[in-house]
Structure formats: C-alpha cells, structure tokens
C-alpha cells in the first residue's frame, strides 16, 4: 500500500520567506502532484511531475526517484501563499492518487 | 472557457435518505475523479472513470455508494441511505487522460 508523508504538518513565515514542503511515498510513482487548497475548499493543481524539476512563478517543485521524495518550494513569500498544500502519488502504473494530510502554511505580512 | 462545475453546492439531508451529486467535468476531457474530504481529514479516493472504459470503484467505501457517467460527460454519485458520517466536501476532478487534474468547487454534504 502506497503512504504519503508530509512535513511540516503546519508552518508559518513572515513574508518574503523562503518556504519548503517536502513529501515522501513508500511506492514508485507514475506521477507526484503538488495541490494548493485555499481556505473555502477550492483546489488548484500546481504542479505534476514524475522527475526532475518544474517551475511556475515562484513555485518550484522537485522531485528524487530514487530517494522517493519531493519537495514544494515557495520564493518570496506572500501572504495570499497562505493555504493547505498537498502532495498526492500516483504509483505503479495507476493514476489514482494517494494523498497526504497537507501542509497548512500560514504566511505574515 | 468553463471549468469544473458541481451541483448542488450544499446539501443538507436526514439520515437514511438518498442523495444524488452531480459533476459537469470539462469539456473534452476523458477522465473524471470523484473524491470525498471530511472535516479535519485528507483527501481520500472514491471512484475513477477514463473514457468507455470500466470505472475503479476501489475507493468506494460501502455499496451505499455509486456513480454513473453518462455519454462520457456528466457524473452523479449516489448516496443511498446516507449516514452521519457520510458528511463531507464531495469533490470531482477531470483531466485529459492522465494529464493534470481540475478540481470542481466540491458539494458539502451534511447528514443530520
């Protein structure tokens, strides 16, 4: 059975901050997603990988196969970066995700 | 163009009785997900279908709970008898064959 850990379960930053969220799975991946979900339920896809690193604004998303673990980085910080982000893996050639419990990530002005 | 849609946006129901959700996926697109949030808790996997094959009920967690997808397109999942801890935010999700997912605004459903 696939399990997906997250870390930290919460965190909090001034702005400008330098943020990392990182996400580990027990199963190879067919694709890991990183999911932002704003305080009233909405659920934004960031980003899908299955290796390397992509890149959107000042969001990054990496990814180690063999060391089964991604990482979620925020530049810059902003306050409206403030929200629960989840990381879900899609392993063994299905893509049906496994989600983790979500970062909460709480950013000050 | 138009994203995701799901209807009702909330819903409140005895238990016992039967609820039907919808989901309008995106156009086009061949994949449609359907997952469940409870309050405090992770997303969990309820059912998948891509194009005209046979859905993943995998994650349907009694058979109080179906879902059809019509023409490839709409989706209704089915509550029968529901309970107390049937309440939830019901997202769906579609995407164009495996790519990324786009979720829909979710049904809150409480079962008094």
């Known amino acids: 059975k696939n399990e997906v850990e997250q870390s930290p379960q919460n965190l909090t930053a001034q702005e400008g901050e330098f943020i990392t969220i990182n996400c580990s799975y027990s199963?190879?991946?067919?694709?890991l997603h990183w999911l932002q979900q704003h305080p009233g339920g909405g659920i934004v896809s960031l980003f899908m990988?299955?290796?390397g690193k992509k890149k959107h604004g000042r969001l990054i998303a990496t990814i180690n196969i063999q060391e089964k673990h991604s990482s979620l980085h925020i530049t810059a910080s902003h306050p409206r970066d403030s929200a629960v982000y989840i990381c879900?893996?899609?392993?063994?050639?299905?893509?049906?995700?496994?989600f983790g419990r979500g970062t909460s990530l709480i950013v000050h002005p | 163009g138009a994203g995701v849609s799901q209807s009702p946006s909330n819903k409140v129901t005895e238990k016992g009785k039967d609820v039907e959700l919808r989901c309008d996926p995106i156009?086009?697109?061949?994949?449609l997900y359907w997952y469940r949030q409870s309050l405090g808790q992770g997303l969990e996997f309820l059912i998948y279908?891509?194009?005209?094959?046979?859905?993943?009920k995998s994650g349907l967690p009694s058979d109080r709970f179906s879902a059809e997808r019509t023409g490839g397109s709409v989706s209704t999942l089915t509550i029968q008898r529901t309970q107390q801890e049937d309440s939830a935010v019901y997202l769906c999700?579609?995407?164009?064959?495996?790519?990324?997912?786009?979720f829909g605004p979710g049904t809150r459903l409480t079962v008094l």
């Open positions: 879900a893996d899609a392993s063994g050639g299905s893509y049906i995700p496994t």
């Open positions: 279908f891509q194009g005209n094959s046979a859905p993943d």
């Open positions: 990988l299955s290796s």
């Open positions: 999700a579609s995407s164009l064959y495996t790519d990324t997912q786009y």
């Open positions: 199963v190879g991946i067919s694709a």
């Open positions: 156009s086009g697109h061949t994949a």
